[in-house]
């Protein structure tokens, strides 16, 4: 079954970085674009960064655009997400996202999240 297994997340002072990670498992990952979403407490989940399946094109969410980098590695089944430059206000869970064709329905896959937390 399609599993995405987040990790990275951590507490980090304002202008620090962290790099997250996701893997996953369960389908023909180089097939599909994967992203990045977070959730802050009391807020809607947004969407924080996308690539396509090849790597080849991004798009950001305004908010981060400079800060982070979405990257990923199909030789390793990974996605990961550069954070540069932290904000308090980047302080969330971080989910990875795939939407992928499962008994000919397309089907939306979540990771567990991972806790980032940007505070001095």
């Known amino acids: 079954q399609v599993q995405l297994v987040e990790s990275g997340g951590g507490l980090v002072q304002p202008g620090g970085s962290l790099r997250l990670s996701c893997a996953a498992s369960g389908f023909t990952f180089s097939s599909y674009a994967m992203s990045w979403y977070r959730q802050a407490p009391g807020k809607e989940r947004e969407l924080v960064a996308r690539i396509t399946s090849a790597g080849g094109s991004t798009n950001y969410a305004d908010s981060v655009k400079g800060r982070f980098t979405i990257s990923r590695d199909n030789a390793k089944n990974t996605v990961y997400l550069q954070m540069n430059s932290l904000k308090p206000e980047d302080t969330a869970v971080y989910y990875c996202?795939?939407?992928?064709?499962?008994?000919?329905?397309?089907?939306?896959?979540w990771g567990q999240g991972t806790q980032v937390t940007v505070s001095s």
């Open positions: 996202n795939a939407v992928v064709w499962v008994a000919f329905q397309l089907r939306d896959y």
